[in-house]
């Protein structure tokens, strides 16, 4: 099955600066790439996606990049934000009913 | 659009008894949904994927008699805890696909934090 691993665990900037957080996954057939932001006791929000026929792609201050060749896709949030902080995931899914494997997760903290 | 609800969004219960948690996809027909289970601090673990009008898909290391899940319209799935006890403790959370929509996108409930006495 797929094996979705995301670093870092933990990573803290200051307002204004880039956070980049990468995952790497196993099944090359993988083909949807989703990345979701949950603040504590909440569900998971959606931030971006990419599907594998697509090399890179934008949403104002967030984008994600996939290396299709790598197997690893990244995301990238430019300005931060002190409500950017929350925690991260990572998830990859190749099969036709779009079953998800997420990544460990990323704790992003924004220091005013 | 693409909401998805679920209910209860916390539940006590005594170890021994059974819980039963409700997802609906609100605006929209979702064909699979899918469980899934949350520790602290820890990621989202696939638990089973439910499929509209057939059993559900368990992962492995899921007891399947102990998690009960039924899916019996386009819009409603529930998973059930049977005689729950401590460890079963943890924030479950339901997502669904618009099948309409024909994508992969999960939408997700804002889960339920269950607590076994």
């Known amino acids: 099955g797929e094996n979705v691993e995301q670093h870092p665990s933990t990573l803290s900037v200051q307002e204004g600066d880039s956070a980049v957080i990468k995952c790497t996954y196993s099944d090359s057939a993988s083909n949807y790439f989703p990345w979701y932001k949950q603040e504590l006791g909440k569900r998971p929000q959606l931030i971006i996606d990419?599907?594998?026929?697509?090399g890179e792609k934008k949403d104002q201050r967030i984008a994600v990049t996939l290396n299709k060749t790598a197997k690893h896709f990244s995301l990238h949030i430019t300005e931060t934000q002190p409500e950017d902080s929350a925690v991260y995931f990572c998830a990859a899914t190749g099969t036709s009913y779009g079953k998800l494997t997420f990544g460990q997760g990323t704790i992003l903290t924004v220091h005013p | 659009g693409a909401v998805v609800s679920q209910h209860p969004s916390w539940v006590i219960c005594k170890s021994g008894t059974s819980v039963k948690i409700e997802c609906r996809s609100l605006?929209?027909?979702?064909?699979?949904m899918f469980w899934y289970r949350q520790f602290p601090k820890q990621s989202l673990m696939l638990m089973a994927t439910s499929n509209e009008g057939s059993k559900a898909t368990y992962e492995q290391g899921v007891e399947k008699d102990k998690f009960l899940i039924n899916h019996a319209s386009l819009t409603l799935s529930t998973l059930t805890v049977t005689s729950a006890h401590p460890e079963d403790s943890s924030f479950y959370i339901c997502?669904?696909?618009?099948?309409?929509?024909?994508?992969?996108?999960?939408?997700f409930g804002p889960g339920t934090r269950l607590t076994v006495l």
């Open positions: 990419i599907r594998s026929n697509v």
């Open positions: 605006d929209f027909q979702a064909t699979t």
């Open positions: 997502s669904a696909r618009d099948h309409h929509r024909g994508t992969d996108t999960q939408y």
